[in-house]
T-cell receptor, first 112, second 115 residues
Framework: GQNIDQPTEMTATEGAIVQINCTYQ??????LFWYQQHAGEAPTFLSY????GLEEKGRFSSFLSRSKGYSYLLLKELQMKDSASYLC?????????????FGKGTKLSVIP | DGGITQSPKYLFRKEGQNVTLSCEQN?????MYWYRQDPGQGLRLIYY???????QKGDIAEGYSVSREKKESFPLTVTSAQKNPTAFYLC??????????????FGEGSWLTVV
C-alpha cells in the first residue's frame, strides 16, 4: 500500500513562485506523477519523474528524491489561471502491473 | 480528435435506481479505469480493466459494476446498493497498466447526484 501526503491548501501571489510538496511511503516505487485539476474538470497530466532530480517544463518543474520519498512541483511566474488543485500520484509495482495511487490534492489559490 | 468521452455530464438518480455512466475512448488504449472524487478525498479507484472481457475491483468497488465488451468502451453502473453515490466520476485510460511510466488520461467527468 501507499501513503501520500500533500498540503491541503496554499495561497500565492500572481507573478510569484510556489512550491507544492508531496511525500510518500511505498514498497515498490516506480514513478511519480503530477496532475493539475481545475474545479469540476478532469485532471490533466503535468509531469512524470522516475529518476532523482529536476524535470523542467516551461513554468513548471518537478523534483524527485527517491531516498527521501519526496517530490515537489514548482510553479514560476504564477498566473491567475494556475489556481487549481494539484494532485501527486505515485506508481507502485504490483503483481504484473503498475498501480497508481493519488494523494488528496493541494488546492492552490493565486491572488492578485 | 482522439480522446475519452464521458456521458452524461450531469445525472440525477432517485433512491433505489441503477444508473449507468458511459465512457468511450478512441486512443486505442488497453487499460481503462473508473475513479470517484469527493471533496477533500482525492481520486479513489472503483474498477479497472487491463484488457477486453476482463476487469478488476479497485479500492471502493462495492455498489458498482462494470463491463468491458469492447476495447473502446467501459461503462460504469451505479447500483442501488451504493448508499452514497453523489460524487464526481472520472473515467480514464492508459496504453497499458503493465508499462512503466504508464500515464493515465482522463475524460471530462460526470456529476451524479441523488435526489
Amino acid at each position: 500500500g501507499q501513503n501520500i501526503d500533500q498540503p491541503t491548501e496554499m495561497t500565492a501571489t500572481e507573478g510569484a513562485i510556489v512550491q507544492i510538496n508531496c511525500t510518500y511511503q511505498t514498497s515498490g516505487f516506480n514513478g511519480l506523477f503530477w496532475y493539475q485539476q481545475h474545479a469540476g474538470e478532469a485532471p490533466t497530466f503535468l509531469s512524470y519523474n522516475v529518476l532523482d532530480g529536476l524535470e523542467e517544463k516551461g513554468r513548471f518543474s518537478s523534483f524527485l528524491s527517491r531516498s527521501k520519498g519526496y517530490s515537489y512541483l514548482l510553479l514560476k511566474e504564477l498566473q491567475m489561471k494556475d489556481s487549481a488543485s494539484y494532485l501527486c500520484a505515485v506508481t507502485e509495482r504490483g503483481a504484473g502491473s503498475y498501480q497508481l495511487t493519488f494523494g488528496k490534492g493541494t488546492k492552490l489559490s493565486v491572488i492578485p | 480528435d482522439g480522446g475519452i468521452t464521458q456521458s452524461p455530464k450531469y445525472l440525477f438518480r432517485k433512491e433505489g435506481q441503477n444508473v449507468t455512466l458511459s465512457c468511450e475512448q478512441n486512443l486505442n488504449h488497453d487499460a481503462m479505469y473508473w475513479y470517484r472524487q469527493d471533496p477533500g478525498q482525492g481520486l479513489r479507484l472503483i474498477y479497472y480493466s487491463q484488457i477486453v472481457n476482463d476487469f478488476q475491483k479497485g479500492d471502493i468497488a462495492e455498489g458498482y459494476s462494470v463491463s468491458r465488451e469492447k476495447k473502446e468502451s467501459f461503462p460504469l453502473t451505479v447500483t442501488s446498493a451504493q448508499k452514497n453515490p453523489t460524487a464526481f466520476y472520472l473515467c480514464a485510460s492508459s496504453i497499458s497498466r503493465t508499462m512503466v511510466g504508464n500515464t493515465i488520461y482522463f475524460g471530462e467527468g460526470s456529476w451524479l447526484t441523488v435526489v
